[in-house]
């Protein structure tokens, strides 16, 4: 992603008072916050890491009907 994708709101002044990040982008920074905030969490991170060793797991509709969704 270009830098020139973000674009800064100025005030009158022409001082920064904001920031458009595209979606995409927005997403990828709260997902990185969201882990580093479970990660804090020695059990939580060790429930991450054995996730992540994981290979095995079960299908959509499997987990949308435990979930009863």
Not at 9 to 23: F, N, Y
Not at 40 to 48: E, F, N, V, Y
């Amino acid at each position: 992603m270009a830098q020139l994708d973000i674009e800064y709101v100025l005030d009158k002044r022409g001082k920064p008072k904001g920031v458009i990040v595209p979606l995409r982008l927005w997403r990828e920074i709260q997902s990185e916050r969201e882990t580093a905030y479970l990660l804090k969490s020695p059990a939580m991170k060790k429930r991450l890491l054995k996730a992540k060793q994981r290979s095995e797991g079960i299908p959509f509709e499997v987990a949308r009907e435990k979930l009863g969704i």
